[in-house]
């Protein structure tokens, strides 16, 4: 029987800018073998600040994730939070994988912190929060230090967004094995997208054609606090594997009808300015990264930012 491989190609985030859409995407392709779930986590375990050495899971309970790997060229996972976890995960998984490729996948972070607003009232985590003003100023209280990320209060969204604080170490470490992503373009030209990542991976990138429909997008709750509970029932079931995925699928379907409801707010222009200018020196010093690092096709907002 096998008993899995390690993965030598990694979408290592940001959360809420397409790492499932990607992740679906690329493992259509038959040369590349996904994980048997998405996000393994497995890295994750390494950031001192989140996890004692003492916790660390087995090589082998990270390779039993790619036992269902049978001779593809690549096996993949895709763990959104290992981007921003620090540079104690950057060099773990240089250090444990055999010459890995890593994706990172970056969106406008204002409208990433809007999607994660939305995604977080979507699952009941922020109850108490009745709109996107209350949560910026949550958030905002946050600024001060990357050692928040290890609480588990659902507050970390404006922290992510500051793109400079961590990709350069990506780019530093792992250079042309990196890749960069933007969501903005994935939205627009998928097709295109994945071809580049197949030239890029060296393999066909005239595959069979491949369902690019946008996965893992979020629905809006009627009610948070129903969310709420659903949530943490479905956590607790995920934790025992209780359930098997076609059954999940069926819940997850009677949910949604039953508990989806209409976005609660737009993201005004005023509350886009507010966030634009938080977000405007790392955006800046982001655009500089990736520009020297040979990136010149960079979407408006990173234009914007050199040139603002």
Same mark, same amino acid.
């Given at each position: 029987?096998?008993?899995?491989?390690?993965?030598?190609?990694?979408?290592?985030?940001?959360?809420?800018?397409?790492?499932?859409?990607?992740?679906?995407?690329?493992?259509?392709?038959?040369?590349?073998?996904?994980?048997?779930?998405?996000?393994?986590?497995?890295?994750?375990?390494?950031?001192?600040?989140?996890?004692?050495?003492?916790?660390?899971?087995?090589?082998?309970?990270?390779?039993?994730?790619?036992?269902?790997?049978?001779?593809?060229?690549?096996?993949?996972?895709?763990?959104?939070?290992?981007?921003?976890?620090?540079?104690?995960?950057?060099?773990?998984?240089?250090?444990?994988?055999?010459?890995?490729?890593?994706?990172?996948?970056?969106?406008?972070?204002?409208?990433?912190?809007?999607?994660?607003?939305?995604?977080?009232?979507?699952?009941?985590?922020?109850?108490?929060?009745?709109?996107?003003?209350?949560?910026?100023?949550?958030?905002?209280?946050?600024?001060?230090?990357?050692?928040?990320?290890?609480?588990?209060?659902?507050?970390?969204?404006?922290?992510?967004?500051?793109?400079?604080?961590?990709?350069?170490?990506?780019?530093?470490?792992?250079?042309?094995? /990196?890749? @960069? &992503? +933007?969501?903005?373009?994935? *939205?627009?030209?998928?097709?295109? %997208? $994945?071809?580049?990542?197949?030239?890029? !991976?060296?393999?066909?990138?005239?595959?069979?054609?491949?369902?690019?429909?946008?996965?893992?997008?979020?629905?809006?709750?009627?009610?948070?606090?129903? /969310?709420? @509970? &659903? +949530?943490?029932?479905?956590? *607790?079931?995920?934790?025992?594997? %209780? $359930?098997?995925?076609?059954?999940?699928? !069926?819940?997850?379907?009677?949910?949604?009808?039953?508990?989806?409801?209409?976005?609660?707010?737009?993201?005004?222009?005023?509350?886009?300015?507010?966030?634009?200018?938080?977000?405007?020196?790392?955006?800046? *010093?982001?655009?500089?990264?990736?520009?020297?690092?040979?990136?010149?096709?960079?979407?408006?907002?990173?234009?914007?930012?050199?040139?603002?």
């Amino acid at each position: 029987m096998n008993s899995g491989r390690l993965p030598n190609l990694l979408i290592v985030g940001v959360p809420k800018a397409g790492t499932s859409s990607l992740f679906s995407y690329l493992v259509q392709h038959p040369e590349i073998c996904g994980s048997d779930r998405k996000e393994v986590g497995y890295f994750n375990y390494f950031n001192p600040l989140r996890h004692a050495a003492s916790q660390l899971p087995s090589i082998d309970s990270y390779m039993a994730h790619f036992a269902h790997c049978s001779g593809q060229r690549y096996a993949l996972e895709a763990t959104p939070s290992y981007c921003y976890k620090g540079q104690a995960v950057v060099d773990a998984i240089r250090e444990q994988l055999d010459d890995p490729k890593v994706i990172v996948t970056l969106r406008n972070p204002t409208d990433r912190l809007w999607s994660d607003y939305t995604f977080q009232r979507s699952l009941g985590n922020i109850p108490t929060i009745g709109s996107f003003d209350e949560y910026l100023s949550a958030v905002e209280q946050r600024r001060d230090g990357w050692t928040d990320l290890k609480l588990t209060s659902h507050r970390q969204g404006l922290l992510i967004g500051f793109y400079a604080d961590y990709i350069p170490a990506w780019l530093d470490v792992f250079g042309s094995g /990196a890749r @960069v &992503v +933007f969501t903005e373009d994935m *939205a627009r030209q998928p097709a295109q %997208v $994945l071809r580049e990542l197949f030239d890029w !991976l060296d393999v066909d990138p005239d595959v069979a054609t491949l369902d690019l429909e946008a996965r893992n997008v979020t629905s809006h709750a009627r009610s948070p606090k129903v /969310a709420s @509970v &659903v +949530f943490a029932l479905k956590r *607790a079931g995920d934790r025992l594997k %209780v $359930l098997p995925p076609g059954v999940r699928r !069926l819940l997850r379907r009677a949910y949604l009808r039953v508990n989806t409801g209409a976005v609660p707010e737009r993201l005004d222009p005023t509350m886009r300015r507010r966030v634009d200018v938080i977000y405007r020196s790392s955006n800046r *010093a982001t655009a500089q990264a990736l520009t020297a690092s040979g990136y010149s096709d960079l979407p408006p907002w990173l234009r914007d930012a050199i040139s603002g």
